[in-house]
């Protein structure tokens, strides 16, 4: 008996799978250019609120005590680092349980977990769709706060970045993972990616470092990922540090990254037997 083509390889079965779908989420994406001047410009209008806070409270940009704590006086340039790492986690984790909605209203949900193929790859590709243009909004963002701001940015400094960057994405596409699961068997993740979201806001160092939390708020901050990616960009970008000097921080964000991803897959396939086994997979 001839084997299907997912047998005989399947690891190049759901690279096609990954692909069609990144593809198919890109046209889609494209079809509303709209979208990219929003995402590439209105976060900036985000941030700027808060710099004029600082200036309102400090009299300036520069505070000796915010340099204490961080290292660096250059308060615009750590806002605007927090801004833009902190869109992966607004696009990513709403992404990929709204894109579990988005089959269903289309009403092609039961077509794509028919499909001979993991339907976490499937996801995977609608994330991966999400990471490329977080990262092009991304660029956008850096690009103008370069030229509104005086951010100083070189190859040198970006190569690492974007490194840390991918760590990051990984961490996230476990725990969009868990979100899509979510909407298989209730439908909705908008309510618990909007929490998680808010979680990662406070506890995490986007808008303040997180020495200025409480101690108990700190724990909870550094079991975050975006916790060791904020803290590795900015000393980076800001303290001119090295990847060899930050090795306990990249450590940390690797092995939360392998746990969400473990337990993403797991959480995700337990959920779609599940669904399918009551009949409710399919159900609005």
Not at 139 to 148: E, G, K, M, R, V
Request: proline share 4%.
């Amino acid at each position: 008996m001839m084997q299907s083509a997912y047998e005989q390889s399947p690891w190049r079965s759901n690279l096609f799978v990954v692909w069609n779908e990144l593809v198919k989420n890109m046209k889609f994406l494209m079809a509303y250019p709209v979208i990219f001047i929003f995402w590439a410009i209105f976060p900036i209008f985000w941030f700027i609120p808060f710099i004029l806070q600082g200036e309102a409270f400090v009299g300036g940009l520069q505070s000796a005590n915010f340099a204490q704590i961080t290292g660096s006086g250059e308060y615009v340039p750590f806002i605007v680092i927090g801004a833009v790492l902190n869109s992966y986690v607004n696009t990513l984790l709403y992404g990929m349980g709204e894109s579990i909605r988005r089959e269903a209203y289309q009403g092609t949900l039961d077509y794509v977990f028919a499909a001979p193929c993991n339907k976490a790859y499937v996801l995977i590709g609608k994330a991966l769709s999400e990471s490329v243009s977080s990262t092009i909004f991304a660029a956008s963002q850096l690009a103008i706060s370069t030229l509104l701001f005086g951010i100083n940015l070189t190859l040198g400094m970006m190569l690492p970045v974007f490194f840390i960057v991918i760590l990051l994405i990984l961490g996230l596409y476990g725990l969009s993972l868990v979100l899509a699961a979510l909407s298989l068997m209730y439908k909705q993740s908008h309510d618990v990616s909007e929490t998680i979201g808010y979680v990662f806001y406070v506890f995490s160092p986007v808008r303040y470092p997180i020495e200025s939390l409480p101690f108990w708020a700190q724990i909870i901050g550094k079991l975050i990922p975006l916790t060791y990616a904020l803290i590795i960009v900015r000393s980076i970008m800001l303290l001119g540090m090295g990847l060899s000097a930050l090795y306990w921080e990249i450590l940390a964000l690797l092995i939360i990254d392998a746990f969400l991803i473990l337990a993403g897959f797991y959480m995700f396939n337990w959920m779609e037997n599940k669904t399918k086994k009551s009949g409710t997979i399919s159900h609005y």
